[in-house]
């Protein structure tokens, strides 16, 4: 499955809303309702960290300023306003099936 | 709180084997899924696969014909070896824990190791 992400770059001002999209190659809905699709970021000079799994999901910790959603095919990011702490580089991921793919990176930076 | 740390070579020659463990504190590897994920400098990241506590595997067919992943349940530790290595698997591999609402259920990869840097080189 080939995930597609926009944009590759996103200049934010602080406190602005951002938003990011993530396209699979095919639905990433399973049967049971269930999106297999999760959002990771990884902060400068960091490993990833889990932001959002199966789609809408916030992970533990994570500020209520992120929001995931989506259908089967397409899927966004939305930070509702932006802070300092976000940039880093944020990929979507598939997990419906192997080999598990990941999207080529979205690097969020502020203006 | 479970913390994962991955230890090896830093360097290892074209040809060779790369021999990677990951040790899990803080928690058991009972339960979960167990996977592989490298990073290219400057590149994306890519999924090598996944060890079940139960020992079943799953490996990307990319690298399926090299890799081999197994655990160690009294030392808490997943092992990665990747043989046969290349300039391309120059890279930043991570192991992260995979899991879900369900005991069996992988639908979230959390957490991550800090990674380590592999350079392949002759």
């Known amino acids: 499955i080939v995930m597609t992400q926009s944009p590759l770059s996103l200049p934010v001002t602080p406190g602005e809303p951002a938003s990011i999209s993530c396209r699979s190659s095919?639905?990433?809905?399973?049967?049971?309702?269930?999106?297999?699709l999760d959002w990771y970021l990884q902060k400068p000079g960091q490993s990833p960290q889990l932001l959002i799994y199966?789609?809408?999901n916030r992970a533990s910790g994570v500020p209520d300023r992120f929001r995931g959603s989506g259908s089967g095919t397409d899927f966004t990011l939305e930070i509702s306003r932006v802070e300092a702490e976000d940039v880093g580089v944020y990929y979507c991921?598939?997990?419906?099936?192997?080999?598990?793919?990941f999207g080529q990176g979205t690097k969020l930076e502020i203006k | 709180q479970v913390q994962l740390q991955e230890s090896g070579p830093g360097l290892v020659k074209t040809s060779e084997t790369l021999s990677l463990n990951c040790s899990v504190s803080?928690?058991?590897?009972?339960?979960?899924?167990w996977s592989w994920i490298r990073q290219a400098p400057g590149r994306g990241l890519e999924w090598i696969g996944y060890?079940?506590?139960?020992?079943?595997?799953n490996y990307n067919p990319s690298l399926k014909s090299r890799v081999t992943m197994t655990l160690d349940m009294p030392k808490n530790q997943i092992s990665l070896k990747v043989t046969s290595v290349i300039a391309a698997d120059t890279a930043v591999y991570y192991c992260?824990?995979?899991?879900?609402?369900?005991?069996?259920?992988?639908?979230?990869?959390?957490?991550w190791g800090q990674g380590t840097l592999v350079t392949v080189s002759s």
């Open positions: 992260a824990r995979g899991g879900g609402a369900m005991p069996g259920n992988l639908d979230w990869f959390d957490p």
């Open positions: 803080g928690g058991s590897i009972r339960n979960y899924y």
């Open positions: 060890i079940y506590y139960t020992g079943g595997t």
């Open positions: 095919q639905s990433l809905l399973y049967s049971n309702g269930k999106k297999f």
């Open positions: 199966l789609g809408s």
């Open positions: 991921m598939q997990l419906l099936q192997t080999p598990y793919t």
